[in-house]
């Protein structure tokens, strides 16, 4: 055989596989209901495990109140309001070409419009919110969000479910998380549920971005910086508001981060936050540390970081997501385990939400508490460590197998147990997101 | 007297002294050698002392290789350099007033141009390098720098000297931490000398709005951005590194910075950095946190915040600046302490050279070492603590007051001395950026 012959074979074959599964992903959107989903329903649920009666969780309570009526500072001044929305839609030559599901990189396409509500003080307040077709921001070169890190960000998701409707998962937790932000910035608070209805409208308008498989969705990104053009390390009497959506598949180059697991440095040279710091709040300082170390992980041949705190080296999240570990405890009970909100680690609304389930699903024992690399490690040797995973909006649940710690390699077996809790919590909350049950967290937008 | 009366005469005899304070800068201005000049210096020398003789200082090892040949990552492509250099004019009506010099504020006003060079590492490298009329930023809506802290800064100044030529005070140094910086942001690294070429050129350029005085100077702010439009955490395959001017007076508003000391609130549960972290690079990330911080200890009455760490209280910085005490230790000498360059603290050039200054000066024990707020305060109700100061670029020198620990105040007597060491220090340092005395340290660049 030729060697244009041997690189042909490979290639073929696996573009009748990729034909087949886009034709099957079409199939699941032509059938919003009927037969076929059914079908599908039930040859996953043998394959997966999942809870199989979700009922509304008990709320534990969530780190930052969720709450109607947010307290702002008293000299704020005007809130933006949906009722004042305007909107500018692309015209159809600016409309960019959709592209496919099975190519989504996490992060590089973005949509056909944005949103947008500036903020200045001397004006008295937030200005008149726009959506409008994507465009570059134009900022003065002394802005504060160019020199201070005066930005903050959230990380939502358009889900299309298999209904065919559109659903965000419990954005009122992101709003909520986003304000405490803002707080902390001394940038402006806005009145969450007027921000969710806006969001909610700029996915609709680019509606068709939602990718129509349970494999991507539409990521959204609400940013805020600080644009006051002076410089001076203070608080900004100019704001900006914004979100850009992106479409999105996995969040890992190359693995759909439930085929394999992942590989760790847990090296404690390396801090993520400390208290007294901002570990907490989901402001732009906290990541830019992070990105040489996330280098010399990669260099040295792992996927992510797993941060750890203190001199008894604890383990805080692992790359931008936080942190579970199931294991078998002194007494013999499977205990699902995650460090505490102490101030330095991201209150998620996955690792929030895993919580809630657990607790309901009431299978495994639950706990918020301290765990140490020395506690891991002892419970390695003693085949006590039964599964390790990451947990966040981008990947929703994200397998662990190997830890690289002091020059020893930890191997989890997250990937060997065929009714893991991983894939539990992971099918759970996908269910949920995709409307495959009905759940209160899956607000639908349209 | 009526209350017209009673505001208008303070009013005048105000306008009067600023009257005679800009004739009698102008006269510097015009006697840039001569009779006057020396009879200021002779003026000045009464009022405040100063080190004499300042010789070359032995140059202890600055935190960061002061080095020509920087050694850049391999895989950093071209570099920039001074001769590809493109500048651009601003045109007659582009051309903005210049403000007056009593007027300034820190950071408020820019100059009418600036200098710009991009970083493409798909395009090989470094960009050709330009100065331009001052304009605003493009940027995407994704740019990393706007959600993930992908930014880096210095500051240095231009000074116009008695001798009417403008000076930038060791800018080698600037430039080795910037680089430093950016290595560890994940951000290309660049020629330091070819750098500081383009600057100095961005300088000559808008020199008249180097301020005719010794009281202000021409702050200079080059920034280095990722700018790369894609979400995920992750080195900026795209940068910008840019130069923006601001004429400026004092640092703080309405405070010369030497009249009287600053007041500084020392709260334990805020940390500016933590080992692991990046407290010793100038990265936007270190700033953002802070803002809350300076924010309450404002609304509280005190003028900056001073930063401590550990279960200790250690010392660390002191609003933006490097800290140093002046106290009689156990052997009964008086010690000028500053704490050590162990990953807490930002190297500051003023910072190294007061130390510099300070140890060939040898009228006092000079130390880098730790100190904690208990040794501190059981000083100060022993009478030994004899000044405390900042010094970073900005203020310079900028002597302290007192300090609001723990409920309780402990008052400084920095100001009661009027042969203070920080005022020799202060002097010292300004008799070389003005080119009072020649001195390596003070680079001419016309």
Same mark, same amino acid.
């Given at each position: 055989?030729?060697?244009?012959?041997?690189?042909?074979?490979?290639?073929?074959?696996r573009?009748?596989?990729?034909?087949?599964?886009?034709?099957?992903?079409?199939q699941?959107?032509?059938?919003?209901?009927?037969?076929?989903?059914?079908?599908?329903?039930?040859?996953?649920?043998?394959?997966?495990?999942?809870?199989?009666?979700?009922?509304?969780?008990?709320?534990?309570?969530?780190?930052?109140?969720?709450?109607?009526?947010?307290?702002?500072?008293?000299?704020?001044?005007?809130?933006?309001?949906?009722?004042?929305?305007?909107?500018?839609?692309?015209?159809p030559?600016?409309?960019?070409p959709?592209?496919?599901?099975?190519?989504?990189?996490?992060?590089?396409?973005?949509t056909?419009?944005?949103?947008?509500?500036?903020?200045?003080?001397?004006?008295?307040?937030?200005?008149?919110?726009?959506?409008?077709?994507?465009?570059?921001?134009?900022?003065?070169?002394?802005?504060?969000?160019?020199?201070?890190?005066?930005?903050?960000?959230?990380?939502?998701?358009?889900?299309?479910?298999?209904?065919?409707?559109?659903?965000?998962?419990?954005?009122?937790?992101?709003?909520?998380?986003?304000?405490?932000?803002?707080?902390?910035?001394?940038?402006?608070?806005?009145?969450?549920?007027?921000?969710?209805?806006?969001?909610?409208?700029?996915?609709?308008?680019?509606?068709?971005?939602?990718?129509?498989?349970?494999?991507?969705?539409?990521?959204?990104?609400?940013?805020?910086? /600080?644009?006051?053009? *002076?410089?001076?390390?203070? #608080?900004s009497e100019?704001?900006?508001? =914004? $979100?850009i959506?992106? !479409?999105? +598949?996995?969040?890992?180059? /190359?693995?759909?981060? *439930?085929?394999?697991?992942? #590989?760790?440095?847990?090296?404690?040279? =390396? $801090?993520?936050?400390? !208290?007294? +710091?901002?570990?907490?709040?989901?402001?732009?300082?906290?990541?830019?540390?992070?990105?040489?170390?996330?280098?010399?992980?990669?260099?040295?041949?792992?996927?992510?970081?797993?941060?750890?705190?203190?001199?008894?080296?604890?383990?805080?999240?692992?790359?931008?997501m936080?942190?579970?570990?199931?294991?078998?405890?002194?007494?013999?009970?499977?205990?699902?385990?995650?460090?505490?909100?102490?101030?330095?680690?991201?209150?998620?609304?996955?690792?929030?939400?895993?919580?809630?389930?657990?607790?309901?699903?009431?299978?495994?024992?639950?706990?918020?508490?301290?765990?140490?690399?020395?506690?891991?490690?002892?419970?390695?040797?003693?085949?006590?460590?039964?599964e390790?995973?990451?947990?966040?909006?981008?990947?929703?649940?994200?397998?662990?197998?190997?830890?690289?710690?002091?020059?020893?390699?930890?191997?989890?077996?997250?990937?060997?147990?065929?009714?893991?809790?991983?894939?539990?919590?992971?099918?759970?909350?996908?269910?949920?997101?995709?409307?495959?049950?009905?759940?209160?967290?899956?607000?639908?937008?349209?």
């Amino acid at each position: 055989m030729s060697i244009h012959g041997k690189t042909m074979l490979p290639y073929i074959v696996r573009k009748v596989f990729e034909i087949q599964h886009k034709l099957y992903q079409q199939q699941i959107r032509a059938c919003s209901t009927g037969r076929l989903q059914e079908a599908l329903k039930i040859e996953e649920e043998q394959e997966f495990p999942k809870i199989n009666e979700i009922k509304q969780p008990e709320e534990s309570s969530f780190y930052y109140p969720v709450d109607k009526k947010f307290k702002h500072d008293p000299d704020i001044g005007e809130q933006f309001s949906y009722s004042q929305l305007r909107v500018r839609l692309a015209g159809p030559h600016q409309l960019q070409p959709k592209p496919e599901a099975d190519d989504l990189q996490f992060g590089k396409l973005f949509t056909d419009h944005m949103f947008k509500v500036a903020y200045h003080k001397r004006l008295g307040g937030w200005q008149v919110p726009e959506i409008m077709p994507l465009e570059n921001l134009v900022l003065h070169p002394a802005a504060k969000v160019l020199h201070y890190a005066v930005e903050l960000f959230e990380g939502m998701k358009a889900f299309r479910g298999v209904d065919g409707r559109i659903r965000l998962f419990r954005p009122e937790m992101n709003m909520a998380r986003m304000n405490a932000s803002a707080q902390r910035s001394g940038l402006p608070t806005f009145e969450p549920e007027e921000f969710v209805k806006c969001i909610s409208r700029l996915v609709s308008i680019d509606q068709e971005w939602v990718p129509h498989t349970e494999s991507a969705s539409l990521y959204i990104r609400p940013t805020l910086i /600080g644009i006051e053009p *002076t410089l001076g390390v203070a #608080s900004s009497e100019s704001a900006l508001l =914004y $979100t850009i959506l992106s !479409p999105v +598949g996995g969040y890992f180059a /190359g693995n759909s981060g *439930t085929s394999t697991g992942v #590989s760790l440095l847990a090296d404690p040279q =390396y $801090t993520r936050s400390w !208290p007294g +710091g901002v570990g907490d709040r989901k402001m732009g300082s906290n990541y830019a540390p992070t990105i040489h170390v996330q280098k010399e992980a990669s260099k040295q041949g792992f996927q992510q970081v797993l941060w750890l705190y203190g001199d008894d080296h604890q383990l805080t999240e692992v790359g931008t997501m936080n942190i579970f570990v199931l294991l078998i405890n002194d007494r013999g009970e499977r205990e699902l385990v995650t460090p505490p909100l102490n101030g330095l680690i991201l209150p998620g609304i996955v690792r929030h939400s895993i919580l809630n389930l657990a607790r309901e699903w009431n299978q495994v024992k639950v706990t918020e508490r301290k765990i140490t690399m020395a506690e891991v490690k002892k419970l390695v040797y003693e085949n006590r460590v039964l599964e390790m995973f990451g947990a966040g909006t981008a990947c929703v649940v994200s397998p662990i197998e190997r830890i690289f710690y002091m020059n020893e390699n930890l191997l989890i077996p997250t990937m060997e147990n065929s009714d893991a809790v991983w894939r539990t919590m992971r099918n759970t909350l996908l269910d949920i997101q995709y409307g495959r049950v009905k759940h209160p967290w899956a607000i639908e937008i349209d």
